[in-house]
């Protein structure tokens, strides 16, 4: 479920992208916006998109490691732990 939701976002962020391309595209075409302008504010958008995603993905893990600890289930850390103990 998790994995289909970040596909969503990832798919509508693609689409979006597209949209703003076309449109941003159309007003250079148009003389409303300059080449230089265009591609500073296209640059622009997609940092902040790149920002957002890497926002988004340590709340996903923040959220997955509090539910995690929550449900009291053992972590790659617990298990390796559990291993050097028993030798």
């Known amino acids: 479920m998790l994995k289909d939701l970040l596909y969503t976002g990832v798919g509508v962020a693609a689409v979006l992208k597209e949209k703003v391309e076309l449109e941003v595209k159309k007003l250079e075409k148009e003389g409303k916006l300059k080449t230089d302008d265009a591609k500073s504010f296209l640059e622009s958008i997609e940092q902040k998109g790149k920002d957002e995603e890497l926002k988004i993905k340590e ?24 291993k050097e103990n028993l030798k």
């Open 59 to 82: 709340q996903i893990k923040s959220a997955l490691k509090e539910v995690i600890d929550e449900l009291g289930l053992a972590t790659k850390e617990d298990i390796e732990k559990l």
